[in-house]
């Protein structure tokens, strides 16, 4: 995994997530966020989405590519996920279903990890028969190696 990757939060996480699909302006990633239930295990308020977009724009996860008015509204920036913010998004997720724990932030980002198949694709994921691999039958890794070969098909 990404030196980033252990400190990355589920919000950040989701925010990847949701620009892998299309590129959003925060106001419509809160909804969509709303709408998935991700406020559910995600602290979810406008100051740490903005915070944690502005961050993700700083650390070159996402761009900003348009700014659009509307009205007497106030501008709009939309992002867009950049590769290295993919690359970070594939690395975390795979890592978070390869070596699923208890711990009560990583449950809900493995909740959140339910809706992230389609960001993996069958070369990302990691080789449960690695020489290295120590999965039992039945396994998060064994799940994988499933999940591989579906999409590979």
Aim: glycine share 4%.
């Amino acid at each position: 995994m990404s030196e980033i990757a252990p400190t990355i939060s589920p919000l950040a996480l989701s925010v990847l997530e949701l620009l892998d699909e299309r590129a959003m302006h925060p106001y419509e990633l809160a909804s969509t966020m709303r709408e998935r239930h991700h406020d559910e295990f995600i602290r979810l308020n406008f100051g740490t989405l903005y915070h944690t977009v502005e961050m993700l724009e700083r650390t070159g996860m996402i761009a900003s590519v348009e700014r659009e008015k509307e009205g007497r509204r106030p501008e709009r920036t939309i992002y867009q996920l950049t590769e290295p913010g993919r690359e970070l998004l594939v690395s975390v997720v795979s890592d978070i279903l390869a070596r699923p724990t208890r711990e009560y932030v990583n449950f809900a980002s493995l909740s959140q990890a339910a809706s992230f198949w389609s960001v993996l694709s069958a070369t990302s994921l990691p080789d449960p028969h690695a020489s290295t691999s120590t999965s039992p039958p039945g396994s998060c890794s064994c799940t994988i190696s499933m999940r591989r070969r579906q999409l590979s098909s």
